[in-house]
């Protein structure tokens, strides 16, 4: 069965929640700066857990007084309002809380920050380390790029050369041909003759085939227009 608080007594929760929220942000924002305590260096004073451990510690349990005190500010919200003085205490709870989480937010965002600069910090010393092989890994790479555009370059050389012996080899056939055809031509200069006479009469016939279309043509329009 659910214990019915009265407004007093749900005052008096919040009050508590906010001084233990309030003194616990204050170790919880020096821890996630890195501010150690004066005895952290004694060997019988070194906590049993990292500092990334503690501080993932104290960020569960202030988020979960951070929400029991927001369940709390929420029943005094469904208390009757019988004044001002009531309204402007309702409000100014509201406001503790909103700025307890917000300094834990930006506790949390900073120390997020520090830890993703930690980590490029490592990564750059692993890269220094690590800088040779690499190095040599890449020298490597570049030497096996060069070789193989090399190798490219030949085999393109190669082809261009064999293309060019093929178009000569096709020119010397060519004027081979033309040289033979002209020999003929000149043993035999009936065939030339006879060639010649065909041209002309080729023509000739064409001259008239075209006057004869072109009567008809005259002949149709008149009829047509007639």
Same mark, same amino acid.
């Given at each position: 069965?659910?214990?019915?608080l009265s407004?007093?007594?749900?005052?008096?929760?919040?009050?508590?929640?906010e001084?233990e929220i309030d003194l616990?942000?204050?170790?919880?924002s020096?821890?996630?700066a890195?501010i150690k305590?004066p005895?952290a260096?004694?060997p019988?004073?070194i906590?049993?857990l990292?500092?990334d451990?503690?501080f993932?510690a104290?960020?569960?349990e202030?988020?979960?007084?951070?929400?029991?005190l927001?369940n709390?500010n929420?029943?005094?919200?469904?208390?009757?309002v019988t004044?001002?003085a009531?309204?402007? @205490?309702?409000q #100014?709870?509201?406001?503790?809380?909103? /700025?307890l %989480?917000?300094d &834990?937010?930006?506790?949390n965002s !900073?120390?997020?920050?520090?830890?993703?600069r930690?980590?490029l910090?490592?990564?750059?010393?692993?890269?220094r380390?690590?800088g040779?092989?690499?190095?040599?890994?890449?020298?490597?790479?570049e030497?096996q790029h060069?070789?193989n555009s090399?190798?490219?370059?030949?085999?393109?050389?190669s082809?261009a050369?064999?293309?060019?012996?093929?178009l000569?080899?096709?020119?010397? @056939?060519?004027? #081979?041909?033309?040289t033979?055809?002209? /020999?003929? %031509?000149n043993? &035999?200069p009936?065939?030339?003759? !006879?060639?010649?006479?065909?041209?002309?009469r080729?023509r000739?016939?064409?001259?008239?085939?075209?006057l004869v279309?072109?009567?008809?043509?005259i002949?149709?329009?008149?009829?047509?227009f007639?």
């Amino acid at each position: 069965m659910a214990i019915v608080l009265s407004y007093e007594d749900l005052r008096k929760q919040a009050r508590q929640l906010e001084n233990e929220i309030d003194l616990k942000l204050v170790a919880f924002s020096k821890l996630g700066a890195g501010i150690k305590t004066p005895n952290a260096s004694h060997p019988d004073t070194i906590p049993l857990l990292s500092g990334d451990d503690t501080f993932e510690a104290m960020s569960i349990e202030i988020e979960e007084l951070l929400t029991k005190l927001s369940n709390i500010n929420e029943r005094l919200s469904e208390q009757p309002v019988t004044g001002a003085a009531m309204m402007h @205490t309702l409000q #100014r709870h509201k406001d503790i809380l909103a /700025d307890l %989480s917000r300094d &834990y937010r930006k506790t949390n965002s !900073l120390r997020e920050s520090q830890r993703q600069r930690e980590d490029l910090l490592r990564g750059s010393e692993s890269f220094r380390a690590d800088g040779v092989n690499n190095r040599r890994d890449i020298y490597l790479k570049e030497n096996q790029h060069v070789h193989n555009s090399d190798r490219l370059v030949n085999e393109q050389i190669s082809i261009a050369m064999e293309t060019r012996e093929h178009l000569t080899t096709q020119r010397q @056939t060519f004027k #081979r041909l033309q040289t033979r055809f002209n /020999d003929i %031509s000149n043993r &035999y200069p009936v065939i030339n003759s !006879l060639i010649q006479r065909i041209n002309i009469r080729k023509r000739r016939d064409s001259i008239i085939l075209g006057l004869v279309v072109s009567f008809c043509t005259i002949i149709m329009l008149i009829y047509a227009f007639s």
